[in-house]
């Protein structure tokens, strides 16, 4: 008697100490603030950062995109098509494996490419802002971007 006595009490607090540390991780999950923390978005919301900017400045931006829009939109081309070849490999029967990891190769130095396309845009677009504005312009580009409540829409809209 004594013994499952014992036993009842140890399972009363096993679970009282389960729910304790569960409840503790719901809780940090829900409450968990991500943007305060300073966790940067892994994409650059260019609209986001202009509006932190003046029309001359931002004027400026959009030429040096416009320049360089064809280099960027052949290199998206290329990967497209990469991938559509990549799909139609895929479905051959048998499989043709040194054209699929030459392919991969192919598709990898293509998302280097557009990624440093991406990336020398950004550095060019930091000599164009000016030194005061950049934390600013930068933040706004590469925060967390959620759709603003229903609210703040129709306050913006009136």
């Known amino acids: 008697?004594?013994?499952?006595?014992?036993l009842v009490i140890a399972l009363l607090v096993s679970l009282g100490l389960n729910f304790?540390?569960?409840g503790f991780?719901?809780?940090?999950?829900?409450?968990?603030?991500h943007a305060e923390r300073g966790h940067a978005g892994f994409k650059f919301n260019r609209?986001?950062?202009l509006e932190t900017l003046?029309?001359?400045?931002q004027d400026k931006i959009r030429r040096l995109?416009?320049?360089?829009?064809?280099?960027?939109?052949s290199l998206f081309r290329s990967y497209r098509s990469n991938k559509q070849e990549m799909a139609?490999?895929?479905?051959?029967?048998?499989?043709?494996?040194?054209?699929l990891e030459n392919l991969r190769d192919t598709l990898a130095n293509d998302r280097r490419a557009i990624e440093h396309a991406f990336n020398t845009f950004l550095i060019e677009?930091?000599?164009?802002?000016?030194?005061?504005?950049?934390?600013d312009f930068f933040d706004a580009g590469f925060k967390k971007h959620r759709r603003k409540p229903a609210q703040e829409r129709r306050e913006k809209k009136e």
């Open 1 to 6: 008697m004594a013994k499952s006595r014992i």
């Open 25 to 33: 991780m719901a809780a940090r999950w829900i409450y968990h603030e």
């Open 20 to 22: 304790a540390v569960g």
């Open 125 to 135: 677009t930091a000599h164009i802002v000016p030194s005061d504005r950049r934390p």
């Open 88 to 99: 139609r490999l895929l479905k051959q029967n048998p499989l043709d494996k040194q054209s």
């Open 65 to 73: 995109l416009k320049n360089r829009k064809g280099e960027i939109r």
């Open 54 to 57: 003046e029309q001359t400045e």
């Open 47 to 49: 609209f986001a950062a």
